[in-house]
């Protein structure tokens, strides 16, 4: 069955530091891939998109990358925030997403 | 601004019970989806609509049903409830044709006592 991996252990950073989360799957060949942001008590907010044609996709601080050789997408946080703390979500598919258990990312001041 | 909203933040319900879950989209979406997120599962696909009075089971079906009247709402029904469907329910939205993000709902934070 598909399955998606991403780190269940909290990542803790200072801040100004790159925070790196990682997505990994197994039996599935995505086309797309996504990466949500989700506050505790809060719905989850999308942040990128990538295509499996596209390597690298920047949005002001954010940078994803995605090998399908590899089956493994990097989400980057550069010059992380305090602010940036919260927990990170990959998601696959097309209509129907995916989603990975994500990852709680911490930021010291 | 884009919304999803849903009908409640807290709800308590008794085991057995009959429950309706509402959500309400203001950006003219097609496809509307109900997840339950609970620890170390992650988000798992409940139902999920492509169109008014359509509707295609996601992976945990089972205890639930939906409808969709209005393309606006779409409702979740636990029709018997079970302390086991005690969790945390969000809605999402997109649209259909293409690929798009999903925007959720606040969440719905059941318990079944």
């Known amino acids: 069955s598909q399955k998606i991996e991403q780190n269940s252990e909290a990542l803790n950073i200072q801040e100004g530091k790159t925070a790196t989360l990682t997505c990994n799957y197994t039996n599935y060949s995505p086309a797309y891939l996504q990466w949500y942001r989700q506050d505790p008590g809060r719905g989850p907010v999308f942040l990128l998109l990538?295509?499996?044609?596209?390597k690298e996709k920047r949005k002001e601080r954010l940078k994803v990358t995605f090998d399908t050789t590899l089956k493994q997408s990097l989400f980057h946080i550069t010059a992380s925030q305090p602010a940036d703390s919260a927990t990170y979500l990959c998601?696959?598919?097309?209509?129907?997403?995916?989603f990975g258990t994500g990852t709680r990312l911490l930021v010291s001041p | 601004d884009v919304k999803v909203t849903q009908s409640s933040r807290y709800l308590v319900k008794r085991t057995g019970e009959k429950v309706f879950l509402e959500c309400v989209q203001d950006m003219d979406h097609e496809n509307m989806f109900w997840y339950r997120q609970d620890p170390g599962l992650g988000l798992r696909l409940i139902y999920f609509?492509?169109?008014?009075?359509?509707?295609e089971k996601g992976d945990i079906p089972e205890g639930y049903s939906v409808s969709r009247e209005k393309k606006e709402r779409f409702s979740l029904i636990l029709e018997s409830a079970s302390t086991n469907q005690t969790s945390m329910y969000l809605c999402?939205?997109?649209?259909?044709?293409?690929?798009?993000?999903?925007?959720f709902g606040p969440g719905t934070r059941l318990t079944v006592t």
């Open positions: 990538i295509r499996e044609n596209e």
């Open positions: 998601a696959l598919g097309f209509q129907k997403l995916v």
């Open positions: 999402a939205s997109s649209k259909l044709q293409g690929i798009y993000e999903q925007y």
């Open positions: 609509s492509y169109d008014v009075k359509m509707k």
